[in-house]
């Protein structure tokens, strides 16, 4: 069985993201979904090296790319823990994103209080 996932990007005059849509082959929406951003790693095996794209819409508040980034990082850790039962690190990732996530919520106080 084979997906084919399609990624599009419109870009506005300047080149920056306006609108990101993607669809699957095998998935059972009917259309094409809406994102606001997208991280997209592929690994290299041959350069041992991570190649990625990095994009988001003008859309995007703080809080949401706040929040994509705590839920990328705790998903992370949980696909790094199935493929290697390295459980520690695992630890050590989540206690990371917890602790990114809750300095990014101090800041959001701290800038609330300042206004």
Request: net charge negative; glycine share 2%.
């Amino acid at each position: 069985m084979k997906s084919t996932i399609t990624i599009d990007v419109e870009l506005d005059e300047n080149k920056v993201p306006q609108d990101i849509t993607w669809v699957a082959t095998a998935s059972t929406a009917e259309q094409a979904k809406r994102a606001k951003a997208i991280m997209l790693s592929l690994w290299d095996g041959a350069e041992r090296a991570a190649l990625r794209i990095d994009l988001w819409t003008k859309e995007m508040m703080v809080d949401e790319m706040a929040d994509f980034f705590y839920q990328s990082i705790m998903t992370m850790a949980d696909t790094y823990g199935r493929a290697t039962q390295y459980h520690d690190q695992v630890n050590d990732m989540k206690a990371f994103a917890q602790a990114f996530y809750k300095r990014f919520q101090e800041k959001q106080l701290e800038q609330q209080k300042a206004t």
